[in-house]
């Protein structure tokens, strides 16, 4: 059966990561110019998963560390997505690689809102000593009116002790 680009997706892409091994999609993510195009949507994936090997194996294919998965309003920087599922690792190797720890989504989004949302304690640490705005502002909420809003003390404390304002 030929595959057509309407039934390639990002999901797709990911199970077909979890399935194989490294070698045989390294090759065919290289040679076939269809999955090049979904490269990033399965790099923003695999950092939402913590899935750093993938993630390594992908940066050596091009993904970028900046780059956003799509092109709508809703779509994640690899580095946005990471925070939001708590994935540390994933988030030390991006900003190991010059990650934009700031970097917002096209609404105003940041890592560091989606980690105090999610009650990513050990996320929003790393984020903060990385250098991400405590009062980086979406619509005005803030990571703090965020943990607030969803009972995450802890975060909140930690917030407001780095600078948090509201």
């Avoid at 949507?41 to 799509?70: P, R, T």
């Avoid at 994935?87 to 940041?110: H, S, Y």
Wanted: hydrophobic residues 45%; proline residues 2%.
């Amino acid at each position: 059966m030929l595959l057509t680009t309407k039934m390639i997706t990002g999901r797709r892409i990911a199970a077909v990561v979890a399935f194989t091994g490294a070698l045989v999609f390294s090759l065919v993510l290289l040679s076939w110019p269809n999955l090049r195009n979904y490269r990033q949507v399965a790099f923003v994936e695999s950092a939402l998963n913590g899935n750093v090997g993938w993630m390594k194996l992908l940066l050596a294919a091009g993904a970028d560390v900046d780059e956003f998965e799509c092109p709508t309003a809703r779509c994640r920087t690899p580095l946005i997505a990471a925070a939001q599922g708590g994935r540390c690792e994933a988030l030390q190797l991006l900003l190991a690689r010059g990650a934009d720890v700031n970097k917002k989504m096209k609404r105003g989004q940041t890592g560091l809102m989606f980690a105090s949302y999610y009650g990513h304690t050990e996320a929003v640490r790393l984020l903060l000593t990385s250098g991400a705005d405590v009062n980086a502002d979406f619509e005005g909420d803030t990571a703090l009116s965020w943990a607030k809003q969803e009972g995450h003390g802890e975060i909140a404390d930690l917030l407001i002790a780095t600078g948090a304002t509201r």
